[in-house]
């Protein structure tokens, strides 16, 4: 295969011709986190490979570094920047030469590093090992800038998004207070709400108690709290069928249909709720399964929301058995208090609630598309198959004009472990 103008093929594949192949041990150094329990409780945080996990009154390193799991999790790499204590279980690269940091960190998310899992139980890199791994980098300077700031840019934006969307449903949370409770009131409405039981406005069945040995292979799939996820089903989470013989003779009347609100009634998962569609069915529910349906004097999306809230988990929290295991059923729901204001009130706090939660659903799906993004610009930028237009000042030519790579400014490196 012809190579394309200006590029070269290396160990490690294709890059351009004025960037170069560097192992990690000759642009940074690994550091090894040690044990913090004889320090004091402080304002420097200690990093684990699941991010802070306490403050203590030193550091071992101060300055700029990208931590890596060394054993347990070792595939999410960290931006470290200031005063900073490490756990034996985090690696933190450090002392950075000729190359930027932040390039170091957006490299790291394209290592494989399970490719360099050195053992058969927990995952665990090994300092000898990963320190020879190659990375193709750009010898401008100025490209490698232009990287880092587009990829900081980048998730500037999803932060961004992320903080926006905390506000959001903070807003909502607010409103749902307000709406569903009656303190608030829409305008064009006065009439005093009343509050009934669960039972009075809508109806609900709980699954039967399905045994291992009914379960089979084809027929109709049998449906449980695994598979409740974000509002929908999903499926693929179960392989549970009963056959088509066990389900005329005995579950019949078990059968979901299409618009059924269903929740998880048990588990560390309870109350979580999902809607049924026509693409999910036929489907017979399980134990822990509870569904519901509005009786016509109450709205199905007013339903829903409730059922969905917080105000509804509260009521079932002070009722709850179980203790480890939290466990309800249908003598809880008897006793849960809803409120009814009339059809027409009910559909207008509704809208206004679902319209909440397709803007931040909305905010979601961005979020989702921009790390998406995200991952495709880093693989195409820092293997060199895009390249960023940039004209060097002067300064930065002379800068440039050995390798080159200019190293960052020093930091103090406080403890040599």
Request: with cysteine; hydrophobic share 40%; charged share 25%.
């Amino acid at each position: 295969m012809e190579l394309k103008r200006n590029y070269k093929q290396t160990e490690i594949g294709v890059i351009p011709k004025d960037w170069i192949v560097k192992e990690l041990r000759e642009v940074l150094t690994f550091g090894n986190g040690i044990d913090y329990k004889h320090l004091a409780k402080g304002d420097i945080p200690v990093y684990g490979t699941g991010g802070i996990m306490t403050f203590v009154n030193d550091f071992l390193y101060d300055g700029e570094a990208v931590g890596i799991g060394r054993k347990g999790t070792i595939n999410k790499p960290v931006f470290l920047n200031g005063k900073f204590w490490t756990v034996d279980t985090l690696f933190y690269a450090h002392n950075f030469k000729n190359v930027l940091s932040q390039l170091i960190y957006y490299n790291f998310h394209l290592i494989n590093w399970l490719d360099y899992n050195e053992a058969s139980g927990v995952p665990s890199l090994s300092k000898a090992t990963i320190e020879k791994i190659r990375i193709p980098l750009p010898s401008s300077l100025s490209e490698q800038k232009a990287i880092a700031q587009v990829l900081t840019d980048t998730d500037q934006l999803i932060q961004n998004l992320k903080t926006l969307i905390v506000k959001k449903k903070a807003i909502k949370q607010g409103a749902m207070q307000e709406l569903l409770t009656g303190e608030k009131r829409l305008n064009g409405f006065d009439k005093d709400w009343e509050f009934k039981k669960l039972p009075e406005l809508i109806w609900f069945q709980e699954g039967p108690g399905l045994r291992n040995w009914q379960f089979t292979d084809k027929g109709i799939k049998v449906i449980n709290i695994t598979n409740l996820v974000e509002g929908y089903l999903d499926l693929t989470k179960t392989l549970r069928y009963i056959s088509l013989e066990e389900f005329d003779k005995m579950y019949k009347h078990f059968e979901i249909d299409s618009g059924d609100v269903v929740m998880a009634s048990s588990g560390n998962s309870y109350c979580k709720t999902s809607i049924v569609r026509d693409v999910d069915l036929p489907l017979v529910m399980n134990t822990s399964v509870i569904r519901f349906k509005p009786k016509d004097s109450y709205d199905f999306k007013f339903m829903f929301i409730y059922l969905k809230s917080y105000l509804f988990k509260e009521q079932i929290d002070l009722l709850i058995t179980g203790g480890a295991q939290p466990n309800f059923g249908p003598f809880h729901l008897n006793k849960i208090d809803l409120p009814f204001p009339e059809i027409k009130e009910q559909k207008a706090v509704a809208q206004i609630l679902s319209d909440m939660d397709l803007e931040i659903e909305a905010l979601e799906i961005q979020i989702q598309k921009t790390q998406d993004l995200k991952q495709g610009m880093m693989q195409e930028l820092l293997t060199g198959k895009i390249r960023l237009v940039k004209t060097d000042t002067k300064a930065e030519k002379k800068e440039n004009n050995n390798i080159s790579m200019a190293a960052e400014p020093e930091v103090v490196y406080k403890k040599n472990y």
